[in-house]
T-cell receptor, first 112, second 112 residues
Framework: DTAVSQTPKYLVTQMGNDKSIKCEQN?????MYWYKQDSKKFLKIMFS???????INETVPNRFSPKSPDKAHLNLHINSLELGDSAVYFC???????????FGSGTRLTVV | KQEVTQIPAALSVPEGENLVLNCSFT??????LQWFRQDPGKGLTSLLL?????REQTSGRLNASLDKSSGRSTLYIAASQPGDSATYLC???????????FGKGTTLSVSS
């Protein structure tokens, strides 16, 4: 059973399109995250949600909008995609402060 | 603001060697420090989690230590194998304890 699952695994789209990435965790964790791994493989926090409440929004363009319908789901919607958005996006979850983080397998987004 | 640095950036060793990967962090008031492994094109696999009250954790041939006062952690790999070849990522909490901040990783290559 996958603990943190992301869909899709790969996403190729044209500039200007709008796309969504979905994430679900079955660990009962109260906090979920989106991280971006750029072409240099550096992982950077984008958003953090605790019990559906936005905790962190790290200077991410407004074109990125996370949505958490419940504490087991955190989706990422991206409007007007740009070439620079091409990256691998990782979803993660944790029980804040007391357990380690569990990461999904990533979504490789390619904007052409 | 928490910053995590990993040294060296890359390491090549022959099979069977014992090796140490280094991680330093600027803010010592952390809840957790976590070591991950990432294989090319893959997601993150958690290796070891050290909570702030702990000084080390061991799993098989891996041992991670934590010295909060000096802002350092080391990952020790005993009797390295070609299958250990991967990028190893160190991550520590941010100041609020609301997200993991990653180093840029050490890419390890173990030759047979």
């Amino acid at each position: 059973d996958t603990a943190v699952s992301q869909t899709p695994k790969y996403l190729v789209t044209q500039m200007g399109n709008d796309k969504s990435i979905k994430c679900e965790q079955n660990l009962g964790h109260d906090t979920m995250y989106w991280y971006k791994q750029d072409s240099k493989k550096f992982l950077k926090i984008m958003f953090s949600y605790n019990n559906k409440e936005l905790i962190i929004n790290e200077t991410v363009p407004n074109r990125f909008s996370p949505k958490s319908p419940d504490k087991a789901h955190l989706n990422l919607h991206i409007n007007s995609l740009e070439l620079g958005d091409s990256a691998v996006y990782f979803c993660a979850s944790s029980q804040q402060g007391f357990e380690g983080y569990t990461f999904g397998s990533g979504t490789r987004l390619t904007v052409v | 603001k928490q910053e995590v640095t990993q040294i060296p950036a890359a390491l090549s060793v022959p099979e069977g060697e014992n090796l140490v990967l280094n991680c330093s962090f600027t803010d010592s008031a952390i809840y957790n420090l976590q070591w991950f492994r990432q294989d090319p094109g893959k997601g993150l696999t958690s290796l070891l989690l050290i909570q702030s009250s702990q000084r080390e954790q061991t799993s098989g041939r891996l041992n991670a230590s934590l010295d909060k006062s000096s802002g350092r952690s080391t990952l020790y790999i005993a009797a390295s194998q070609p299958g250990d070849s991967a990028t190893y990522l160190c991550a520590a909490d941010n100041q609020a304890g609301t997200a993991l901040i990653f180093g840029k990783g050490t890419t390890l290559s173990v030759s047979s």
